[in-house]
């Protein structure tokens, strides 16, 4: 299977939460990343956590960490229209000197 | 944050050209990547370089080429141009996180706007 995976859609309404999910398969990845891509552009750094952290909170986003089970999520407080993109999650392995395997992304499509 | 640059935004140009692709990084960053991604799809890492005259291959096999010359240069080229090569290609460049308590670092990736290139 993929080394991520993530669902492919999701619509929100204005000011509900969206949780966007993702797993992985590597038990050796140590970061994992979430980016978020405006349509046309690059990709903007969101937020990352250790490994070895459950939870990290920056302002509305909040990420999960179950390395248990391989699953990452960033939910997103108070959904806005400008949250609007697609959503990237990547790992980091700890095995020699790679660069980052990303998912598919998710599409959030936020509704007034 | 990284300041990360990329010309052209855009780039339309016939098939059996030869065309450089720039990305710039003024963090002095010694790690730079390029991907190449599809609309709406997953990124594929093609090249990465880890320092001045350090190169390698990425995931996806790609006809391109790259130099790392300069730490805050990382060009890419395609010899001959051809309908194949339409895609984004998305430049990154690193550091190293170091973490506030329990060590370990994290190599945060900043990533450039991007090229969209189309071949006629």
């Known amino acids: 299977g993929e080394d991520v995976e993530q669902s492919l859609f999701l619509s929100v309404r204005e000011g509900d939460s969206s949780v966007i999910n993702c797993t992985y398969t590597?038990?050796?990845?140590?970061?994992l990343y979430w980016y978020k891509q405006e349509p046309g552009a690059g990709l903007q750094l969101l937020t990352y956590i250790f490994s070895n952290m459950d939870m990290k909170q920056d302002q509305r986003l909040t990420v999960l960490l179950n390395k248990k089970d391989k699953h990452l999520s960033l939910r997103i407080a108070d959904t806005q229209t400008g949250d609007s993109a697609i959503y990237f999650c990547?790992?980091?392995?700890?095995?020699?000197?790679?660069?980052?395997?990303f998912g598919s992304g998710t599409r959030l499509q936020v509704q007034p | 944050e990284a300041d990360i640059y990329q010309t052209p935004r855009y780039l339309v140009i016939g098939t059996g050209k030869k065309i450089t692709l720039e990305c710039s990084q003024t963090m002095g960053h010694d790690k730079m990547y390029w991907y190449q991604q599809d609309p709406g799809m997953e990124l594929h890492l093609i090249h990465y370089?880890?320092?001045?005259?350090?190169?390698e291959k990425g995931d996806l096999s790609s006809e391109s080429t790259v130099s790392r010359i300069r730490t805050e240069h990382f060009p890419l080229t395609l010899e001959s141009a051809r309908p194949s090569h339409t895609s984004q290609y998305l430049c990154?460049?690193?550091?190293?996180?170091?973490?506030?308590?329990?060590?370990?670092?994290?190599?945060?990736?900043?990533f450039g706007p991007g090229t969209r290139l189309t071949v006629l």
């Open positions: 590597d038990s050796s990845s140590t970061y």
């Open positions: 990547a790992e980091k392995k700890d095995t020699g000197r790679r660069a980052l395997t």
């Open positions: 370089s880890y320092g001045v005259n350090s190169t």
């Open positions: 990154a460049s690193s550091e190293w996180v170091v973490r506030t308590s329990g060590g370990g670092k994290a190599d945060t990736q900043y």
